[in-house]
């Protein structure tokens, strides 16, 4: 394990099981449609990839980057759109794909801004949840994993832009952020 991570919260088949079974539900939930998967760059990308391959009906994923946090662990409250969609989601079935819901700050943005352009449907999925740490109350579809109020990197989470690699999620020694 690499000297930053202080322990390793799920492992590879954990999330793989917690991946097919979430792509199973969305299978069954959009049976007879097609759906739309909006990624949140960076940190979905990687969940995204696992999650489009255990879906049977046919799916188009598109993606939006925006930023809430700086290079810290606290969200600042304050969401800018650094890419918006490449296509129009009007009459569409979306699903936003989330890696992580902490404050809900991003996500609660996201879905005010999607919902104004006029999608069939708008539902939300995400990996993670810290449910302690909300600021917003959000509706969640598909939900992997609720987790502790911890700082946890790997399979698309960062710090910093490190550590996405990780084909498990850990959580990050607070001495590597509290410098
Ligand atoms: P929110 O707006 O506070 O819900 O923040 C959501 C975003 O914050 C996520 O998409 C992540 O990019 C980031 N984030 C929140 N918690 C963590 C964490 O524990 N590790 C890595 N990134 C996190």
Redesign the pocket.
């Known amino acids: 394990m690499h000297v930053d991570l202080q322990e390793i919260m799920l492992s590879e088949q954990q999330i793989k099981a917690k991946v097919q079974e979430l792509g199973q539900r969305i299978s069954q939930d959009y049976r007879g449609e097609s759906v739309v998967l909006i990624g949140?760059l960076k940190?979905?990308v990687i969940f995204l990839a696992d999650l489009v391959r255990c879906i049977s009906v046919p799916v188009v994923f598109d993606f939006m980057a925006v930023s809430?946090?700086g290079s810290g662990?606290q969200?600042s409250?304050v969401?800018r759109v650094l890419k918006d969609l490449d296509h129009s989601i009007t009459g569409k079935h979306v699903l936003i794909v989330?890696?992580?819901?902490?404050?809900?700050?991003?996500?609660?943005y996201l879905i005010n801004n999607l919902k104004s352009r006029g999608a069939a449907s708008l539902k939300v999925c995400t990996l993670?949840d810290?449910p302690e740490?909300r600021?917003v109350n959000i509706q969640i579809d598909y939900h992997g994993f609720s987790?502790p109020d911890?700082?946890?990197?790997g399979y698309g989470?960062?710090?910093n832009s490190n550590y996405r690699n990780f084909p498990y999620i850990a959580v990050?020694k607070p001495a590597v952020y509290q410098n």
């Not at 989330?98 to 609660?108: A, K, P, S």
């Not at 911890?150 to 990197?153: G, I």
Request: no cysteine.
């Open positions: 949140i940190g979905s809430s946090y662990t969200s409250g969401v989330e890696d992580i819901v902490d404050t809900g700050l991003t996500l609660n993670l810290k740490r600021k987790i911890q700082f946890v990197v989470l960062d710090f990050l």
